[in-house]
């Protein structure tokens, strides 16, 4: 490398270089002002050379003026320093915060304002800015203090702070500080310390308004939050369009479900809960959980709610429906977790039949207020395959109240979670009324808030005990058939005696005598014993259902004019309401239809 050429680049090249042309100046300064040479002679024989001319001299540029040095710190005054801030400041003193002095920022923004004059009658922006109680606190402490984004009337928005300063007199002037200017007296720390143990506020003469202009910064916090409110509504109303809109409400229970989100950002949560009608009396109850929040989560949930409908039609024990909602569910997303209870309500048995794919238990409370919990079975969530799921049973007796809930009602990081079961148990034992009115009392007892950080689903079924005339409405007729050929006649002079006497009309009870001869003669067609008749009437339908051995489900066929039979099943779906057929859990079959009851 060629140092020569880049030694003149460095720094320690550059000092020596200046250095050396500070020492060359100095003669050149003093050739300016000697006395000019007399030109040289020039040898004989030579010309001498001309003079230059006062035009053609090379002219000496004048210096630069330097520049104005900057004033010291310490020469500046109080006031100076406060007038060259671009922030409104002022300076009030003495109890009644009297006006002291204000900049031309504050005239600027809030107008001029007259000395001597106390500020809650002079200042009324700081009235609009809460700041006049904040004056009165820094004074008789001396401790800052500091209000953020308080808006005035014109719209803008201000962080104020409010700094004590020491107490000062007129004397200050004629020690250095020009006339009209103030001047604090220097604040000694060790000595506010004392102060502030002897007695708050002693030593503090005035009070430092300090005003920050953070109108763009809170139009933008305000802009966010709008935008974060609309998301998050967006979300919940995405959420709850997803859960059922009106919740079905069979003849014999009375139900009712509460859904709130958690948390105030814009994920949605996996909560979800279903009531279904089985038919002939029968209601499927579902309460389920997909873990994590998020529109995936929500959308899993909503998968699975349609799966659960979709298999509670086939009226299948509750344990093949968790089966197959297994494998779906592994299919759909096997990395998200998910927890169900689907029970099943049968009026005829006083029992809800369930199945629990690692969700908290039932809770149920009966007439005299205690409380039972849904014992095992209990299987893994959702997904995980490789599991057999079984069904347990607990009773609901007339009187008693049952409630599926999900872990945010009940699980708090400071506890344990049977804790939270323990204060829910505790909750539902003394809770009264109405399914939504126990629904309510349930999450306030709870401590559910607005700003709880879990959804929370809570579904409550209430089994009423019916007692004077809402009794009558409800009555249950069977007869045993024991096989032959007169088992269809008996069937037939059962069924009219039973339909007469409930007091149906003659319509009506013919046909339902048509319908319960049909299925008895399918039964002792195709079926085997045992069989039963049983006939039920709600407040607002008509029950019939056939029960038998052989679980051959029966399907309804176009049969040939040729045929002598085959036309049973579509008689009955003809003339009933509904029908359907389903497999009982000690094997065999029950065949029924409904009819509707004349309003």
Not at 29 to 51: F, H, I, N, W
Not at 194 to 207: L, P, T
Not at 220 to 247: D, G, I, K
Not at 502 to 527: I, K
Request: aromatic residues 4%.
């Amino acid at each position: 490398m060629n140092f020569t050429r880049w030694s003149a680049r460095l720094p320690g090249t550059q000092r020596r270089a200046a250095a050396r042309d500070d020492r060359s100046s100095v003669p050149a300064a003093r050739a300016e002002y000697a006395q000019p040479e007399s030109p040289p002679v020039p040898p004989e024989g030579e010309p001498a050379s001309p003079s230059p001319s006062p035009a053609e001299a090379t002219p000496v540029p004048e210096p630069e003026p330097a520049p104005p040095a900057a004033p010291a710190l310490d020469d500046l005054s109080a006031r100076e320093i406060l007038g060259r801030l671009p922030a409104p400041v002022a300076l009030l003193h003495g109890p009644d915060h009297r006006i002291a002095y204000v900049n031309d920022a504050y005239e600027a923004v809030f107008g001029p304002r007259p000395s001597g004059v106390p500020a809650a009658e002079a200042m009324p922006e700081l009235a609009e800015l809460s700041v006049l109680p904040l004056m009165d606190q820094v004074f008789r402490s001396g401790t800052p203090r500091t209000v953020k984004s308080r808006k005035t009337a014109d719209g803008g928005s201000y962080t104020v702070t409010c700094t004590p300063v020491a107490a000062w007199d007129a004397a200050s002037d004629e020690e250095g500080t020009p006339k009209g200017r103030t001047r604090a007296k220097p604040r000694d720390k060790q000595k506010d310390k004392e102060k502030d143990k002897k007695g708050a506020g002693k030593g503090v003469g005035g009070v430092l308004v300090y005003a920050a202009d953070v109108t763009d910064h809170a139009e933008a916090a305000e802009r966010l939050r709008t935008s974060e409110r609309r998301h998050r509504e967006t979300a919940v109303t995405l959420q709850r369009s997803l859960l059922p809109q009106e919740l079905e409400q069979p003849d014999d229970l009375r139900i009712a479900a509460t859904y709130q989100p958690g948390g105030t950002d814009a994920a949605v949560g996996g909560d979800w809960y279903d009531v279904i009608t089985l038919g002939a009396g029968r209601t499927a109850l579902v309460i389920g959980d997909v873990m994590g929040r998020g529109v995936r989560a929500a959308a899993v949930m909503g998968q699975l709610r349609t799966a659960v409908r979709a298999y509670a039609r086939l009226d299948l024990p509750p344990h093949e429906v968790l089966q197959l909602l297994d494998g779906l569910a592994a299919e759909i997303d096997a990395s998200q977790i998910a927890t169900c209870v689907y029970a099943v309500h049968d009026p005829n048995e006083g029992l809800l039949v369930y199945a629990s794919a690692g969700h908290l238990p039932i809770l149920v409370c009966d007439e005299e207020g205690t409380v039972h919990r849904a014992a095992e079975p209990t299987g893994p969530p959702l997904g995980t395959g490789g599991w057999v799921h079984t069904s347990g049973t607990i009773p609901l007796p007339p009187g008693s109240t049952a409630v599926l809930y999900t872990d945010g009602l009940v699980e708090r990081r400071s506890e344990d979670i049977d804790e939270g079961v323990a204060s829910l148990a505790r909750a539902l034992s003394g809770a009264k009324g109405s399914p939504q009115v126990v629904c309510d009392r349930l999450i306030r007892s709870l401590g559910v808030t607005a700003e709880h950080d879990d959804d929370v689903a809570v579904l409550v079924v209430q089994h009423p005990a019916r007692t004077g005339t809402n009794a009558e409405l409800f009555h249950n007729a069977s007869l045993d058939l024991l096989g032959g050929i007169e088992a269809a006649p008996r069937a037939r002079a059962f069924a009219t005696g039973v339909l007469t006497s409930w007091r149906f009309p003659v319509e009506l009870c013919d046909l339902g005598v048509l319908a319960a001869s049909e299925l008895v003669a399918n039964s002792l067609q195709h079926g085997t014993p045992p069989m039963r008749l049983g006939l039920r009437r709600t407040d607002r339908r008509l029950i019939i259902e056939v029960t038998d051995g052989d679980d051959h489900l029966p399907r309804r066929r176009r049969a040939e004019p040729a045929d002598e039979a085959g036309r049973g099943i579509s008689i009955v779906a003809t003339i009933a309401s509904s029908w359907g057929s389903r497999r009982t859990p000690g094997g065999g079959k029950a065949v029924w239809c409904e009819f509707a009851l004349p309003q």
